[in-house]
Antibody, heavy 117, light 110 residues
Framework: QVTLKESGPALVKPTQTLTLTCTFS??????????VSWIRQPPGKALEWLAR???????FYSTSLKTRLTISKDTSKNQVVLTMTNMDPVDTATYYC?????????WGQGTLVTVSS | QSALTQPPSASGSPGQSVTISCTGT?????????VSWYQQHPDKAPKLMIYEVSKRPSGVPDRFSGSKSGNTASLTVSGLQAEDEADYYC??????????FGGGTKVTVL
C-alpha cells in the first residue's frame, strides 16, 4: 500500500525559509522510474506543480519558482525534502507530496502552511 | 507553463451526464497523451480518476471517462451521483519534465 505524508511548520514568517518533509511507504525512490513531486494549493485556488525528484536524483522545478526551491531525497529514510526560500504571504497554501509517473497517482494528505508575521 | 483552461462550474441532475473541458496548447495537451483528471472533495487531497487521457485506475467507476481532441481534453461523468459533487482538475505533461494543472471545475449535482 502506497502512502505519503507531509510534515513541517504550520506557520512561517515572511522572508523565512520553509522546509517540508515527505515521508512515504509502499515504494522505493531507488527503484527505476519512481518519482516524487511537490504540489501546492492556495486556499480556494487551483493546484500548482512545484518540483519533482527522480529515482536517479534528477531534479526538476517550476520555471516561475525555481530560484526559490530545492528538492532532495534520503532514500534510506524514504523521505523527500522541499525547501522554499524567502516565503511570502502569497505562498500560503496546502502543500502536497505525491508519487509521480506518467501521472500523479498517490497523494499525501497535505499540510497547510500559513505565511504571516 | 500557463495553467490549462477549465470552465469554473458545471452541473447536472442525478442520472444525467456532465462533460468538463480542459484546454491547453500544442505544447502540452496537444503534444502528449499524458492528460490526467483528479477529483477533490472539500478539505481532501485530490484523487486520480483518469490518466493517460482515457485510462481509469483500479476502483474508479466506469461512469468516468476521458478523451482528447487536439489541444482540448474532456472528462465525462455519466449517471451523475450525489457523491460526484466535487472539484475536478485536469493536468498535462508540459515538456521539459514539467506538469501543468487546470484551474479546476466545480461540479454540482442538482
Amino acid at each position: 500500500q502506497v502512502t505519503l505524508k507531509e510534515s513541517g511548520p504550520a506557520l512561517v514568517k515572511p522572508t523565512q525559509t520553509l522546509t517540508l518533509t515527505c515521508t512515504f511507504s509502499g515504494f522505493s525512490l531507488s527503484t527505476s522510474g519512481m518519482r516524487v513531486s511537490w504540489i501546492r494549493q492556495p486556499p480556494g485556488k487551483a493546484l500548482e506543480w512545484l518540483a519533482r525528484i527522480d529515482w536517479d536524483d534528477d531534479k526538476f522545478y517550476s520555471t516561475s519558482l525555481k530560484t526559490r526551491l530545492t528538492i532532495s531525497k534520503d532514500t534510506s529514510k524514504n523521505q523527500v525534502v522541499l525547501t522554499m526560500t524567502n516565503m511570502d504571504p502569497v505562498d500560503t497554501a496546502t502543500y502536497y507530496c505525491a508519487r509521480t509517473g506518467t501521472t500523479v497517482d498517490y497523494w499525501g494528505q497535505g499540510t497547510l502552511v500559513t505565511v504571516s508575521s | 507553463q500557463s495553467a490549462l483552461t477549465q470552465p469554473p462550474s458545471a452541473s447536472g441532475s442525478p442520472g444525467q451526464s456532465v462533460t468538463i473541458s480542459c484546454t491547453g496548447t500544442s505544447s502540452d495537451v496537444g503534444a502528449y497523451n499524458y492528460v490526467s483528471w483528479y477529483q477533490q472533495h472539500p478539505d481532501k487531497a485530490p484523487k486520480l480518476m483518469i490518466y493517460e487521457v482515457s485510462k481509469r485506475p483500479s476502483g474508479v467507476p466506469d461512469r468516468f471517462s476521458g478523451s482528447k481532441s487536439g489541444n482540448t481534453a474532456s472528462l465525462t461523468v455519466s449517471g451523475l451521483q450525489a457523491e460526484d459533487e466535487a472539484d475536478y482538475y485536469c493536468s498535462s505533461y508540459a515538456g521539459s519534465n514539467s506538469l501543468v494543472f487546470g484551474g479546476g471545475t466545480k461540479v454540482t449535482v442538482l
